[in-house]
């Protein structure tokens, strides 16, 4: 930010300019001219991905700073090297950024969207802490399905345009829970069928939450939330849908969900090896799951996990 350009920073309007995430956090310098820069101070072992940028056609850079980062480009890995600028608007599919030690990246972005997003997030920082105040449970689970979910939707090649609704829709899955009374969701031991069709009743809660949301684009990640207990064969709920009348994104959803749940314990449950999850997934394979959808999961996660 040289001190030659004849713009002063102008604030915008959100909580604060610092956002925190899991995965680190950015800090808002501000505008000049149409351009926004903002700082990710991104953790050792953090992820995020470029954002939306549909037509190519707005300015979305990342200059490394400081520290080291990886680029994850359609399965291919390269190293950034510090000083480097990495230009989003020459990619057409989703790019990861993975911090394989603490670093500082420039991001710099065409300022009405960046803003907007921005605030959007921020704003749905908010929910997530309601969540995490809730049920700590839920909370880390969202964060590992939303990691899951990209993952597999890269895998199966799947436009970076739709990226966004799926993020959300993924990390928002349950948050119809929020409005289950805390006793049936932390009950140990077996649900009484009534108290099962209580539980049943998150998903279309948690769609109605997204409907009502300020943040536009959240009511259209509402489908994912609403359609993440259908099943393949037509036996799911709430609407009892088969085969490719559900999404791709809720069925991705399915499947990463089903594996988180296996394999961590809870108070009503242990926890069961990842291979037992995996084989349990193959299962379900054209039944419960997506077959396509298992496979790549598999695919990816195996390696990663029995390694
Ligand atoms: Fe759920």
């Known amino acids: 930010m040289g001190t030659t350009r004849n713009c002063t920073p102008r604030q915008i309007d959100v909580l604060s300019p610092v956002l925190r995430m899991t995965s680190g956090q950015i800090t808002y310098l501000g505008r000049w001219k149409k351009v926004a820069e903002a700082l990710f101070s991104l953790n050792e072992g953090g992820s995020f991905c470029a954002q939306y940028n549909p037509e190519n056609t707005i300015v979305e850079t990342y200059t490394l700073l400081d520290g080291q980062v990886d680029i994850e480009y359609r399965g291919t890995r390269t190293k950034m090297h510090i000083g480097e600028t990495m230009d989003a608007s020459c990619y057409d ?3 990861t950024f993975y911090g394989t030690s603490d670093a500082e990246i420039l991001m710099k972005m065409d300022a009405d969207f960046y803003e907007q997003l921005f605030y959007e997030t921020q704003t749905l920082q908010t929910e997530i802490d309601a969540v995490a105040l809730v049920d700590g449970y839920t909370y880390h689970h969202c964060d ?28 928002f899955h349950d948050i119809g829970k929020l409005a289950i009374p805390l006793e049936i969701l932390n009950k140990p031991g077996q649900l009484t069928p009534e108290e099962w069709e209580i539980m049943k009743m998150h998903s279309q809660a948690g769609a109605n939450i997204m409907r009502a949301h300020p943040v536009e684009w959240l009511k259209d990640a509402a489908f994912i939330v609403e359609q993440h207990h259908e099943r393949y064969d037509g036996k799911g709920y709430p609407y009892g ?3 490719d009348e559900i999404s791709l994104e809720a069925a991705i959803v399915s499947v990463v969900d089903a594996y988180d749940a296996m394999t961590t314990e809870r108070v009503y449950k242990k926890a069961v090896t990842a291979e037992e999850a995996f084989e349990e997934l193959i299962r379900g394979k054209g039944t419960q799951f997506h077959p396509d959808v298992v496979d790549r ?11």
């Open 93 to 95: 599919k989703v790019v």
């Open 144 to 171: 590992r399905i939303r990691q899951y979910a990209i993952e597999v939707w890269k895998r199966m090649d799947q436009p970076k345009s739709r990226l966004k609704l799926l993020r959300w829709g993924a990390h």
């Open 241 to 243: 849908l088969k085969g």
């Open 297 to 307: 999961f598999i695919e990816i996660y195996q390696k990663k996990i029995l390694a």
